[in-house]
């Protein structure tokens, strides 16, 4: 089956050690996304590619940064974590503007 | 701008009974509309989505929505509610064109009482 799929499913890191998530897909779309999500919240965007295009939300802490070294694979950066990162973060993908984006199952981080 | 808007942030049904998340939009043009399920720890599931065809769209699991313009509104239904069906559940509108930042509204936590 064609999916998207998060590496770990859990991540323990200490405050200020960087780590890094990954997300790769098989569904060869263009566009992919990283969401943050917090307990009892909607996800709320960090940033997407289109191909190698890179778009970062205005509001995306400049501790969080991303690549995608192919259409395959994404990554997001965190490079000296706050306990205020402690969340959710999910990947998705999407084929065109109007159709629906498809998720993976998230890595949940959590600070030590 | 597009905005979505769910109307209750947690509903309680009991097993058996109906269920009913209420979703309204705005938009300046005529958007393609998604719900999601997302359980404890997992990713975000799509149960259905309208595209501007049927206005009636069924899903998975037994849920539809009716896209209904003159409302602006794109509720979630189900006739039976399932102890399986507790969950979070999102609408979502798409992006507006030449962009790919779809809109999220805040989210509908389902119970679901035996």
């Known amino acids: 089956d064609a999916m998207v799929i998060q590496n770990p499913r859990y991540q323990v890191t200490q405050f200020g050690k960087p780590v890094t998530l990954s997300c790769s897909q098989t569904?060869?779309?263009?566009?992919m996304y990283w969401y943050q999500q917090k307990s009892s919240q909607a996800p709320k965007l960090l940033f997407h590619?289109?191909?190698?295009?890179?778009?970062n939300e205005a509001d995306t802490p400049d501790n969080f940064q991303s690549r995608r070294p192919n259409t395959s694979f994404c990554f997001l950066d965190i490079r000296s974590p706050g306990l205020g990162d402690a969340a959710m973060y999910l990947c998705?993908?999407?084929?065109?503007?109007?159709?629906?984006?498809?998720f993976g199952d998230g890595t949940r981080l959590s600070i030590l | 701008a597009q905005s979505v808007t769910q109307l209750d942030s947690h509903v309680s049904v009991s097993e058996g009974t109906p269920v009913l998340l209420r979703c309204n939009y705005s938009?300046?043009?005529?958007?393609?509309l998604f719900w999601y399920v997302q359980h404890p720890n997992k990713g975000l599931q799509l149960l259905l989505k309208?595209?501007?065809?049927?206005?009636l769209v069924k899903g998975i699991n037994g849920f539809e929505a009716e896209f209904k313009k003159s409302e602006t509104s794109f509720h979630l239904t189900k006739p039976s509610a399932h102890m399986s069906d507790a969950a979070e559940y999102f609408c979502?509108?798409?992006?507006?064109?030449?962009?790919?930042?779809?809109?999220f509204g805040t989210g509908t936590r389902l119970k679901v009482l035996a």
């Open positions: 938009s300046s043009y005529s958007p393609s």
């Open positions: 979502v509108v798409s992006p507006t064109s030449g962009t790919y930042k779809y809109i």
């Open positions: 569904l060869n779309h263009n566009v």
């Open positions: 309208y595209t501007s065809a049927a206005t």
């Open positions: 590619y289109y191909d190698k295009d890179f778009n």
């Open positions: 998705a993908t999407v084929g065109g503007s109007n159709q629906p984006q498809h």
